[in-house]
């Protein structure tokens, strides 16, 4: 029997007089996978927030494992280089994988020493991902992880996130770009439901759209 690595009981949420989610009930266990929608101001960033325990101002109960949150921000020191943030992390919070390896997972392979306010910011993106790796968290927390990157880099990223959700992880992820994870469970917290399974013509839905962007990403890098 899956454990759970997050529980949300009756979570509501009121900011400058308004209501941004209310009575959210939420159990998402190991191998599974929210991927929250809406637009801006909809409250995905604080509700991710709120469950890293960043946002006290809130009613209701979480519950949660030990989680990994990346924010809009990317947490990285510009100063330091792509292998002394990694290790930073990993005083933090511990984990197996070879810094190295993280980054030549992420196409970053070269780039150990070079501090990161030298990096693009799609390289500063790829080096915020190899975090992911390093640290054994069981849950993920992102907010808009595809933001600044290419084509490739994104289904990078979809990768790391079907195969942590394999290995027994659990994710909630918020996004403008559709995951296409097949099982994965939609919020759309403008429409204030609760989450339930991705029905198979959303999960055909998210499919174009992501082809449709990847074409566009692809037509623009050609140009």
Same mark, same amino acid.
């Given at each position: 029997?899956?454990?759970?690595?997050?529980?949300?009981?009756?979570?509501?949420?009121? $900011?400058?007089?308004?209501? *941004?989610?209310? =009575?959210?009930?939420? &159990?998402? %266990?190991?191998?599974? /996978? !929210?991927?929250?929608?809406?637009?801006?101001?909809?409250?995905?960033?604080?509700?991710? $927030?709120?469950?890293?325990? *960043?946002?006290? =101002?809130?009613?209701? &109960?979480? %519950?949660?494992?030990? /989680? !990994?949150?990346?924010?809009?921000?990317?947490?990285?020191?510009?100063?330091?280089?792509?292998?002394?943030?990694?290790?930073?992390?990993?005083?933090?919070?511990?984990?197996?994988?070879?810094?190295?390896?993280?980054?030549?997972?992420?196409?970053?392979?070269?780039?150990?020493?070079?501090?990161?306010?030298?990096?693009?910011?799609?390289?500063?993106?790829?080096?915020?991902?190899?975090?992911?790796?390093?640290?054994?968290?069981?849950?993920?927390?992102?907010?808009?992880?595809?933001?600044?990157?290419?084509?490739?880099?994104?289904?990078?990223?979809?990768?790391?996130?079907?195969?942590?959700?394999?290995?027994?992880?659990?994710?909630?992820?918020?996004?403008?770009?559709?995951?296409?994870?097949?099982?994965?469970?939609?919020?759309?917290?403008?429409?204030?439901?609760?989450?339930?399974?991705?029905?198979?013509?959303?999960?055909?839905?998210?499919?174009?759209?992501?082809?449709?962007?990847?074409?566009?990403?692809?037509?623009?890098?050609?140009?």
């Amino acid at each position: 029997m899956s454990q759970f690595l997050l529980r949300l009981e009756h979570l509501s949420c009121t $900011r400058d007089g308004r209501s *941004l989610f209310g =009575d959210l009930d939420l &159990t998402l %266990s190991q191998g599974e /996978c !929210l991927e929250l929608r809406g637009p801006n101001g909809s409250g995905k960033s604080t509700l991710l $927030r709120a469950i890293a325990g *960043l946002y006290p =101002d809130i009613q209701g &109960t979480i %519950s949660t494992s030990d /989680c !990994l949150y990346w924010g809009h921000r990317l947490g990285l020191n510009g100063l330091l280089t792509a292998e002394e943030n990694l290790r930073w992390y990993q005083t933090l919070q511990p984990g197996t994988v070879d810094l190295a390896a993280a980054l030549e997972r992420v196409g970053m392979r070269g780039y150990e020493r070079v501090p990161c306010h030298r990096m693009s910011a799609g390289q500063q993106r790829r080096i915020a991902l190899a975090r992911l790796l390093v640290c054994d968290s069981t849950l993920w927390l992102l907010d808009e992880p595809f933001t600044a990157l290419d084509s490739q880099g994104q289904e990078m990223a979809r990768q790391l996130i079907f195969e942590h959700v394999q290995r027994d992880g659990a994710v909630v992820c918020a996004t403008h770009q559709p995951l296409a994870l097949e099982g994965a469970r939609l919020m759309d917290l403008a429409a204030g439901q609760n989450p339930g399974p991705a029905s198979p013509e959303a999960i055909m839905a998210l499919e174009k759209e992501v082809a449709k962007k990847e074409a566009e990403d692809h037509g623009v890098h050609e140009r």
